[in-house]
């Protein structure tokens, strides 16, 4: 009893933490806590904790952004593509034992990691945004199917295609949500997560929003850069313990 009630302990302070990160730096909530959780919990119900939160973050952003047609006609390749390639690749590793995807979600983390440590000189070349799309879409939902971390390419992408501020918001936004609805739909369908997850999921809103509140508070007081390399150590020595979780 004292060993699962200090799971519970536990998995809210990942959430909390999660939501910090979400309120300090705008994104984060699943990089953060889904592989935090996944060292004392199945990789799946960490995964599914974060869907309502995550869900209704996305659906938070989106519209507070603007949900606009030129939005989907520019990104429709990247929305689509990532869209089919996810809910295969739930389906092709909803049968993967607890150590591969571990495996696979240390591995998302430290590629997230090392694409958030590039410099932002990346750039995609005129009239190839379409072919840039498609593979970026398709990377995506590879990644978001097997571990559920797609933020980081999606961001990386949107820096190297220079969008303004208020565009950039709109934009990521959308894919936000159109990439979460079928990734947890998937996963439901195909057995990764349950609907006990999705209803302890309602429960890990309230650490969520007490973290994204205290993240919010001391958003104008951080050196954001330092608190980055900070998060991004964070995230290694969390990729390294799932890689030697047995």
Do not use: C, H
Not at 36 to 50: E, F, N, T
Not at 96 to 122: K, T, W, Y
Not at 220 to 230: D, H, I, T
């Amino acid at each position: 009893m004292d060993s699962e009630f200090s799971i519970w302990w536990w998995s809210a302070a990942a959430l909390v933490l999660g939501g910090i990160i979400k309120g300090a730096l705008g994104v984060g909530l699943p990089l953060v806590s889904v592989p935090i959780l996944s060292l004392w919990l199945p990789s799946g119900r960490a995964i599914g904790l974060l869907s309502v939160p995550v869900i209704w973050s996305n659906l938070v952003q989106a519209r507070s952004g603007g949900l606009g047609f030129a939005g989907w006609r520019r990104f429709r390749g990247l929305i689509v593509t990532q869209l089919v390639v996810t809910v295969l690749t739930v389906r092709l590793t909803a049968d993967l034992p607890a150590r591969e995807l571990n495996i696979l979600i240390a591995g998302a983390v430290l590629l997230a990691v090392l694409l958030m440590s590039l410099p932002a000189r990346l750039s995609v070349p005129a009239g190839q945004e379409r072919y840039w799309g498609l593979a970026v879409g398709a990377f995506a939902g590879l990644l978001g199917g097997a571990s559920s971390l797609t933020g980081p390419i999606v961001i990386s992408y949107f820096m190297a295609l220079k969008l303004p501020r208020e565009e950039f918001v709109r934009s990521i936004s959308l894919v936000y949500l159109a990439g979460s609805l079928p990734l947890y739909g998937a996963m439901l369908v195909f057995g990764r997560i349950s609907w006990a997850d999705v209803g302890l999921s309602l429960l890990a809103m309230v650490p969520v929003l007490l973290g994204m509140r205290m993240g919010q508070a001391v958003r104008q007081r951080l050196n954001e850069v330092l608190f980055r390399r900070f998060i991004l150590l964070f995230l290694v020595a969390v990729a390294i313990m799932l890689f030697m979780k047995g």
